[in-house]
């Protein structure tokens, strides 16, 4: 089993099921748990702007570390920023500096045509990275 688990949230829906999946995991190995939002920019007018607003993503990795350390499980959070479109690089890196075993992560649930044209984080951190990852929908 891993020791050692990345989980990248968002503020969807689908987060919850993430943390539940990592707790189950993490409760099987006793493993140390790295929760992490990527929280992206985009260039404007003003330089970089962040598209979500600082609370959401605090509260959303808040809940996450609150949940697993509630388990038992010893639990971090982070939130990192990022350029927009480079929120997998971040993952992936993310994951081989705490030496992850493995990338746990949700899938928004785009339709096949949306992510073929604006690709998907998940879809670019399987591509991207050498350990295994839990796609969570």
């Not at 539940?20 to 992490?36: F, R, T």
């Not at 996450?64 to 038992?72: C, R, W």
């Not at 081989?96 to 879809?123: C, N, P, Q, Y």
Request: net charge negative; hydrophobic share 45%.
């Amino acid at each position: 089993m891993y020791d050692r688990l990345l989980v990248a949230v968002d503020d969807s829906e689908v987060s919850g099921r993430v943390i539940a999946a990592a707790k189950d995991m993490a409760s099987l190995s006793k493993g140390k748990v790295w929760v992490l939002h990527v929280r992206e920019r985009e260039f404007g007018r003003l330089g970089l702007t962040p598209t979500e607003p600082d609370e959401e993503v605090q509260q959303a990795v808040r809940e996450g570390v609150d949940a697993l350390i509630q388990a038992g499980i010893d639990a971090q959070g982070e939130v990192r920023e990022a350029v927009f479109g480079q929120a997998a690089r971040e993952i992936v890196n993310d994951a081989k500096k705490h030496d992850a075993g493995i990338i746990i992560m949700g899938s928004r649930g785009r339709s096949e045509l949306t992510s073929l044209v604006l690709g998907s984080t998940a879809h670019k951190v399987i591509h991207l990275t050498d350990r295994p990852v839990l796609v969570v929908r």
